[in-house]
């Protein structure tokens, strides 16, 4: 059990079962994000939706996510498609769609090439989702 998870809350509810490396390694990537996160992260942090940004969950940090519209957003860059990165996505989706969040992946180029319309995207979707 994390530890912030009261007891008996698991099933149908999103605890926050991490541990202190992996909210860590959120603080620390807070700091540290990338070109199209901090473009994208320009354009949802002044929304009116309550998005996060390198927010821990399990063993996992989210790129982006909103607790209303249960939202995963990951940006993907080059590196997601070499090597075993596609399985460990896969397992990563898996893992979050288990526990009711939806995960919205878009590309790096894709955020780079028009980052109000990947914004947009994420809002009208967090939007859609919390109806």
């Not at 940004?53 to 519209?69: E, I």
């Amino acid at each position: 059990m994390g530890r912030w998870q009261p007891a008996g809350l698991t099933e149908g509810h999103l605890a926050r079962q991490t541990n202190k490396r992996t909210v860590r390694t959120a603080r620390r990537l807070r700091k540290k994000m990338s070109l199209p996160e901090v473009l994208l992260w320009q354009h949802l942090r002044v929304t009116d939706l309550n998005i996060r940004r390198q927010h821990p969950c399990g063993p996992f940090v989210l790129d982006f996510y909103c607790p209303a519209a249960k939202l995963v957003i990951e940006i993907d860059g080059i590196a997601h498609d070499m090597g075993d990165r596609p399985e460990r996505d896969d397992a990563r989706d898996v893992f979050l769609r288990e526990r009711g969040l939806e995960v919205l992946r878009l590309s790096a180029a894709e955020v780079l090439r028009d980052v109000t319309a990947a914004a947009n995207v994420v809002v009208v979707l967090c939007r859609g989702r919390c109806e």
